[in-house]
């Protein structure tokens, strides 16, 4: 009975250790979206059309790989699809508009801000909705986790201005990506992680569709330039993140802990723009990401 208590215990500790892993590989890959969205906009193409690219994208190569990976995973009940429209509309078709519309009226640096508020929206919420402790470890890593994107977004370093527009869609952008969490553990109570996040992209890719610019997808697919970054932003920032935190969130059962880990997004990002955009790496910039790096270390 004790070696069975003992190995149970050191499965679930993997188990554990493997879901931390996933939500963080997950919040990286993440932090690699504005190294294919900021070069697509420079080509011409706008923030509606990145969300098609991104949403349909995603959906039609997620469909490829499950027919050949495992047609099963497309079993669902109708009675269910409610919770797909709360995963595929709210938490990623919306998520997506505000957010890629807040960099085009603010600063980057105020859209991730407000974009980070997401981990508050989901301690809260899974306290409200599953009765999840809001533990002073978790209290502390998310106060921790906040100052350190404030301190990467730049927003010690000087007076940041916000219009009501911006603040509106900032904000709504840190709600809906928080949503995707809280949407997700009640599809997740359903049926397996991929499952999940196939429905959710086909409800986001065909919600998309509404937004067709067909001059800017010209730009697109009239280059190999922006066929590469197409795919880049679909399979590398969009397909792969998904399916890892979901599979993580899954194995984590806690919203609050996987919302906060993956706040290494701001930390990626930010290396990201140094080491390919030039961009200038303060002392703020390293408290930052030494706090986020530091909220993780307490959850882990």
């Not at 059309?49 to 495992?70: E, K, P």
């Not at 609050?256 to 140094?274: M, Q, R």
């Amino acid at each position: 009975m004790k070696d069975t208590a003992q190995t149970a215990l050191t499965l679930a500790k993997r188990t554990q250790a493997r879901a931390i892993f996933l939500v963080l590989l997950a919040g990286s890959l993440w932090g690699c979206i504005g190294l294919f969205s900021r070069t697509l906009s420079a080509l011409g193409v706008g923030p509606e059309t990145i969300v098609i690219l991104r949403n349909a994208g995603a959906c039609v190569v997620l469909a490829v790989l499950f027919l050949v990976y495992d047609r099963s995973i497309f079993r669902i009940q109708l009675r269910h699809f409610p919770i797909f429209l709360g995963t595929g509309i709210v938490s990623i078709l919306f998520f997506t508009l505000c957010y890629f519309n807040s960099q085009q009226v603010s600063s980057l640096a105020v859209s991730a801000i407000l974009l980070y508020t997401a981990p508050t929206f989901v301690v809260l919420l899974s306290a409200l909705f599953w009765r999840e402790k809001i533990t002073k470890q978790k209290l502390l890593a998310l106060i921790i986790a906040f100052f350190g994107c404030c301190c990467v977004a730049g927003l010690l370093g000087g007076s940041l201005a916000v219009t009501p527009k911006g603040l509106l869609l900032g904000i709504g952008s840190g709600l809906f990506y928080s949503s995707y969490t809280l949407f997700g553990r009640v599809a997740l109570s359903h049926y397996p992680p991929f499952t999940v996040t196939f429905y959710t992209f086909l409800v986001a890719g065909i919600g998309s569709l509404f937004l067709i610019r067909p001059q800017e997808l010209a730009i697109v697919t009239g280059s190999g330039r922006g066929l590469l970054l197409a795919l880049g932003l679909i399979l590398i920032s969009t397909v792969l993140p998904y399916l890892f935190y979901t599979k993580g969130l899954n194995d984590l059962g806690d919203g609050g802990k996987a919302s906060i880990l993956a706040s290494v997004e701001p930390v990626v990002a930010s290396l990201v723009g140094i080491l390919v955009f030039g961009e200038p790496m303060g002392i703020g910039t390293l408290v930052g990401l030494v706090c986020i790096l530091v909220s993780i270390y307490i959850l882990r």
